[in-house]
């Protein structure tokens, strides 16, 4: 019998059989109490299976989205409240898989399933609190819609969200409820969005829904295909009616209502134009390309320049790795240009195939979240953006997002100390001085009561100009992918000297900007196009420093 035609066969007496009932129970290993989380389930043929509550106050949320739909690429879940959830099953073996945001260990339990009715307890152990050190966490990409978010927040551990609630992708349409992109296939089954207001919405004392948000993601100029990429608005007051482009005055509108640009991915092909004209606030050092499942977007517009040794999986395929390090050579040169930007991440859950706040980044507020101290370290910096290790370092006692000044420019030592803690004992910490490794921690780690593996290390740099200081840990996973953590910047300025880019990366930008006029010539109008002259105008104003070095 040829191997399609065993398959076929059991997969005829499979549904022949009857379906037993499977229910679960999550709870925290700890205190017992119920736990809200996410839970896959997976059958012998790698069927992904959806699970429903079985509590009569209890709620599910299946998530199967994937826009872009890529061959071996998926992301199917269930977020189920803190109530039993039940499945019926055909007799087999099952896995079954638990997790719960970044700060518990997930849980992976097989289950065999004959005719007796299956009850199951998950218990979730916490590895680690960030609240308890004053760390709240946020993620500034966000499509699920407003209503899914209290149960989603509370699964994930994801204590502020920024959901897109107006979205434009055309130069001729103002950000909507219910823009072209939500009319085509299934994307309408949600009916448009709501518009829930500026103010504040809180699920509870740790999590908080930023409500007003706003994408302008252009994709066409007037009637033709012409990308030029997305840029958000993040907690606005107002309703955005302008259309874009041009951005300049949208931007400055939004910095006026008190909110923050986040300039979404490096590689659309206006985003080093956003840089100096529309004076962007966040870069997203893992954004929406970032999944639990497998890296799909290998290819972009904007492909990275030999000079930033990115890895590649062939010719013009990045790997995973490679697009994330393509993404920091980005921003290490805007920082070297003198840019001060600070580090936020994003998933577009709801649009891509990953879970809400799989990519995120924690803010030091203090004992207690209110929005104001968390928009106020977002914007200084006083964070770090995680995929999963955890990361808390300070430079001569500080946290990042400082300026450490001095009047004079001489050879100055900064001392740095880290502690990064990790789900596994494979992680590697690296010290960025001005975009370049100076030093690579060798880790000596201990596994702390609760099961994490912990580093602990004092180290020191030394500038003699201006530059900025960061901190990295990249943990390595069982199949070989990584996870990583990356402070935001301190900022050292001697002598009220600027920093100065590598001639390589200045070029780049110049390069890259004359490209775009080109590109942009007989399609933007001439306001639109006057913007990326400004770009490279002031890319070539940053360019004299760096002659006259």
Same mark, same amino acid.
């Given at each position: 019998m040829s191997r399609f035609a065993l398959v076929c066969c059991l997969i005829?007496?499979?549904?022949? /059989?009857?379906?037993?009932?499977?229910?679960? !129970?999550?709870?925290d290993a700890e205190t017992g109490r119920p736990l809200v989380a996410r839970v896959y389930l997976i059958d012998e043929m790698g069927q992904e299976l959806f699970v429903e509550s079985?509590?009569?106050?209890?709620?599910?949320? *299946?998530?199967?989205?994937?826009?872009?739909?890529?061959?071996?690429?998926?992301?199917?879940?269930?977020? *189920? +409240?803190?109530?039993?959830?039940?499945?019926d099953l055909k007799p087999g073996t099952y896995r079954l898989i638990v997790e719960k945001g970044k700060e518990y260990f997930p849980a992976e339990i097989m289950l065999t399933i004959e005719e007796k009715p299956v009850e199951q307890t998950i218990r979730l152990k916490r590895w680690i609190n960030l609240a308890e050190r004053g760390w709240y966490c946020g993620e500034t990409h966000i499509h699920r819609r407003?209503?899914? $978010?209290?149960? =989603?927040? &509370?699964?994930?551990? =994801?204590?502020?969200?920024?959901?897109v609630s107006y979205w434009t992708t055309s130069s001729v349409e103002a950000p909507s409820l219910n823009p072209a992109i939500l009319q085509r296939g299934n994307r309408s089954r949600f009916g448009p969005r709501q518009d829930h207001g500026a103010?504040? *919405?809180?699920?509870?004392?740790?999590?908080?829904? $930023?409500?007003?948000?706003?994408e302008y993601e252009i994709f066409n100029i007037g009637e033709k295909r012409h990308t030029q990429g997305a840029i958000f608005l993040l907690n606005?007051?107002? *309703?955005?009616?302008d259309k874009a482009p041009p951005i300049a005055d949208i931007a400055r509108q939004a910095h006026e209502e008190g909110a923050l640009l986040d300039l979404d991915k490096h590689s659309w092909p206006w985003s080093m134009m956003l840089v100096p004209v529309a004076k962007i606030d966040l870069f997203e050092l893992s954004n929406n390309h970032v999944w639990r499942t497998k890296f799909g977007f290998k290819s972009q517009q904007i492909m990275p320049a030999d000079w930033m040794n990115v890895e590649m999986e062939s010719p013009g395929q990045m790997t995973e790795w490679g697009w994330l390090n393509y993404g920091w050579e980005v921003y290490y040169t805007l920082l070297n240009c003198g840019?001060?930007?600070?580090?936020?991440?994003?998933?577009?859950?709801? !649009?891509?195939?990953?879970? /809400?706040?799989?990519?995120? !980044?924690? !803010?030091?507020?203090?004992? &207690? /979240?209110?929005?104001?101290?968390?928009?106020?370290?977002?914007?200084q910096g006083r964070s770090f953006v995680t995929t999963g290790p955890m990361l808390f370092v300070t430079v001569e006692n500080t946290? +990042?997002?400082?300026?450490l000044k001095?009047? @004079?420019? @001489?050879?100055?030592?900064?001392?740095?100390?880290?502690? +990064? =803690?990790?789900?596994r004992q494979s992680v590697t910490m690296q010290v960025i001085v001005n975009g370049q490794v100076v030093e690579t921690i060798d880790p000596h780690p201990i596994q702390t009561d609760d099961g994490a593996w912990k580093i602990d290390a004092t180290t020191t740099v030394t500038l003699d100009d201006s530059g900025w200081i960061a901190v990295r840990s990249i943990g390595k996973q069982p199949d070989g992918r990584k996870r990583f953590a990356h402070t935001a910047p301190w900022y050292v300025e001697m002598a009220g000297r600027p920093v100065t880019p590598r001639q390589e990366q200045i070029e780049w930008l110049i390069e890259l900007m004359e490209e775009q006029i080109e590109r942009n010539r007989d399609v933007l109008s001439p306001e639109a196009l006057a913007e990326f002259e400004q770009a490279l105008k002031a890319y070539q104003k940053i360019q004299e420093r760096v002659v006259g070095k």
């Amino acid at each position: 019998m040829s191997r399609f035609a065993l398959v076929c066969c059991l997969i005829q007496m499979t549904s022949s /059989l009857s379906a037993t009932e499977f229910q679960g !129970v999550i709870d925290d290993a700890e205190t017992g109490r119920p736990l809200v989380a996410r839970v896959y389930l997976i059958d012998e043929m790698g069927q992904e299976l959806f699970v429903e509550s079985a509590g009569e106050n209890g709620s599910a949320i *299946v998530y199967q989205e994937q826009w872009v739909p890529m061959p071996g690429i998926s992301e199917k879940h269930t977020t *189920v +409240s803190a109530h039993p959830f039940r499945a019926d099953l055909k007799p087999g073996t099952y896995r079954l898989i638990v997790e719960k945001g970044k700060e518990y260990f997930p849980a992976e339990i097989m289950l065999t399933i004959e005719e007796k009715p299956v009850e199951q307890t998950i218990r979730l152990k916490r590895w680690i609190n960030l609240a308890e050190r004053g760390w709240y966490c946020g993620e500034t990409h966000i499509h699920r819609r407003f209503e899914e $978010l209290p149960l =989603l927040m &509370q699964a994930e551990g =994801l204590n502020v969200g920024f959901p897109v609630s107006y979205w434009t992708t055309s130069s001729v349409e103002a950000p909507s409820l219910n823009p072209a992109i939500l009319q085509r296939g299934n994307r309408s089954r949600f009916g448009p969005r709501q518009d829930h207001g500026a103010e504040p *919405v809180w699920i509870d004392r740790d999590h908080v829904i $930023l409500p007003r948000n706003t994408e302008y993601e252009i994709f066409n100029i007037g009637e033709k295909r012409h990308t030029q990429g997305a840029i958000f608005l993040l907690n606005h007051q107002s *309703v955005f009616t302008d259309k874009a482009p041009p951005i300049a005055d949208i931007a400055r509108q939004a910095h006026e209502e008190g909110a923050l640009l986040d300039l979404d991915k490096h590689s659309w092909p206006w985003s080093m134009m956003l840089v100096p004209v529309a004076k962007i606030d966040l870069f997203e050092l893992s954004n929406n390309h970032v999944w639990r499942t497998k890296f799909g977007f290998k290819s972009q517009q904007i492909m990275p320049a030999d000079w930033m040794n990115v890895e590649m999986e062939s010719p013009g395929q990045m790997t995973e790795w490679g697009w994330l390090n393509y993404g920091w050579e980005v921003y290490y040169t805007l920082l070297n240009c003198g840019f001060h930007i600070a580090p936020t991440a994003g998933t577009a859950s709801g !649009v891509h195939p990953v879970p /809400l706040g799989y990519s995120r !980044v924690y !803010v030091h507020t203090g004992e &207690q /979240l209110s929005v104001d101290s968390f928009m106020d370290g977002l914007q200084q910096g006083r964070s770090f953006v995680t995929t999963g290790p955890m990361l808390f370092v300070t430079v001569e006692n500080t946290q +990042s997002g400082t300026v450490l000044k001095s009047e @004079k420019q @001489k050879k100055q030592t900064f001392e740095i100390d880290v502690q +990064s =803690l990790s789900q596994r004992q494979s992680v590697t910490m690296q010290v960025i001085v001005n975009g370049q490794v100076v030093e690579t921690i060798d880790p000596h780690p201990i596994q702390t009561d609760d099961g994490a593996w912990k580093i602990d290390a004092t180290t020191t740099v030394t500038l003699d100009d201006s530059g900025w200081i960061a901190v990295r840990s990249i943990g390595k996973q069982p199949d070989g992918r990584k996870r990583f953590a990356h402070t935001a910047p301190w900022y050292v300025e001697m002598a009220g000297r600027p920093v100065t880019p590598r001639q390589e990366q200045i070029e780049w930008l110049i390069e890259l900007m004359e490209e775009q006029i080109e590109r942009n010539r007989d399609v933007l109008s001439p306001e639109a196009l006057a913007e990326f002259e400004q770009a490279l105008k002031a890319y070539q104003k940053i360019q004299e420093r760096v002659v006259g070095k």
